[in-house]
């Protein structure tokens, strides 16, 4: 049997990959290190994972998804066990040659945990709470494990992702609506009860208070902005990701490219985005005319997880949220991170090629 790729995917795809690795050679050469030629190193192996996501069939997954929990567990056990600390935070562990972070393994194997045991029961969330309650008891394991790393953003994505499929799967809205008072109460306190991200929302509610500690990052990540106005810089001026800006290669490299590009590079590149989300949504909804519930669940699962941590990375960049540390998909410099995301892709790819319409 022949398949045929969703093209206007792949070619959306593949154009917010390029940028990526257009604008970390951009951000990185400045700075005199082997950021690009580590980053090409990446895109091999995450093409490499692209290829195995696409070829394995998406019931082999299924069948993996009780030990994808059992992985997440394992993997934030062993970080705290013997990863490498670094700024206060242990979230990797180092092998030779590439620093293994735990929490971007986990949130993909979460994902297929979330969407195999909701495909399990799916039908039975409307009339069977308990189902939902050992779910989130489930989740609430692995987010503690993330939150002693700590890696609170993780968390905030993968309770989101998984309110999200909860809403699809069906729940009752009164039980919705109790688990998001809760989870965005507990993620409140988890903000507050913390002095270091304490400090990060009060500067991002007002960074020029302290412009030298909390708020340099966004103040410099916001000239930036304003320096490129509507067609930027151009492709290799900037000025902040000299050594102004920090973390303008991972974290912040949404400014980078709104100095270069300007006003038309940023919103060109969100416009990407909502097609990449768009088409997603797409491949969702033919698995679910399929009644493909694995299929389905995951790749909603798969738009929810990108969506939010570009929505994310944006809104940190533009001072419309507090920072958090998560990378803009595909296009920040970071190995886990891309290997991770392309896998994704070649989920949904997969998804697509098994619930296609004739």
């Known amino acids: 049997m022949t398949y045929r790729l969703d093209t206007l995917l792949l070619m959306t795809w593949l154009l917010i990959v390029a940028l990526g690795t257009v604008m ?3 951000s990185a050469l400045v700075q005199g290190n082997n950021y690009p030629l580590r980053h090409g190193i990446f895109m091999i192996l995450a093409l490499a994972g692209f290829l195995f996501c ?3 069939p998406l019931n082999w997954w299924q069948k993996m998804s009780r030990l994808a929990w059992v992985g997440s567990v394992v993997l934030c056990v062993l970080v705290l066990l013997i990863g490498t600390d670094v700024k206060g935070a242990t979230r990797r562990i ?3 040659g590439f620093a293994l972070q735990a929490s971007e393994i986990a949130k993909f194997l979460m994902l297929i945990f979330f969407a195999g045991y909701l495909s399990r029961f799916h039908g039975r969330l409307a009339d069977e709470p308990m189902i939902m309650v050992r779910l989130l008891l489930l989740y609430g394991l ?6 002693k790393e700590p890696d609170f953003g993780t968390v905030v994505v993968l ?3 998984l309110s999200g499929m909860l809403f699809l799967g069906g729940v009752r809205l009164r039980h919705f609506l109790v688990v998001i008072i809760g989870g965005v109460s507990v993620l409140a306190m988890l903000a507050v009860i913390e002095p270091y991200r304490f400090a990060r929302l009060v500067a991002f509610l007002d960074p020029w208070a302290n412009p030298d500690d909390g708020g340099y990052q966004l103040i410099q990540a916001l000239i930036a902005f304003g320096r490129g106005e509507f067609f930027g810089l151009g492709l290799g001026e900037g000025v902040q990701k000299m050594f102004y800006l920090p973390e303008a290669h991972t974290d912040f490299i949404f400014a980078v490219i709104a100095e270069e590009l300007g006003m038309v590079g940023t919103l060109s590149l969100l416009g990407l985005f909502v097609l990449l989300i768009l088409r997603l949504l797409r491949i969702a909804r033919q ?7 694995f299929a389905s669940y995951l790749v909603y699962g798969i738009a929810l997880i990108i969506g939010l941590q570009a929505v994310i990375n944006m809104g940190v960049s533009t001072g419309a949220l507090p920072t958090k540390g998560l990378t803009l ?3 920040s ?4 991170s891309l290997i991770v995301c392309c896998m994704l892709i070649g989920l949904a790819f997969r998804a697509q090629m098994e619930t296609a319409d004739g």
Do not use: K, Q
Not at 142 to 147: D, K, N, W
Not at 287 to 293: I, L, Q, R
Not at 333 to 336: A, L, V
């Open 94 to 96: 180092d092998l030779p």
């Open 142 to 147: 692995v987010a503690v494990l993330l939150l």
């Open 287 to 293: 698995a679910t005319h399929a009644e493909n519930w």
């Open 54 to 56: 696409l070829t394995v």
């Open 333 to 336: 410099y970071g190995g886990n």
């Open 159 to 161: 309770a989101a992702t």
């Open 24 to 26: 970390i050679t951009s």
């Open 329 to 331: 998909p595909f296009v």
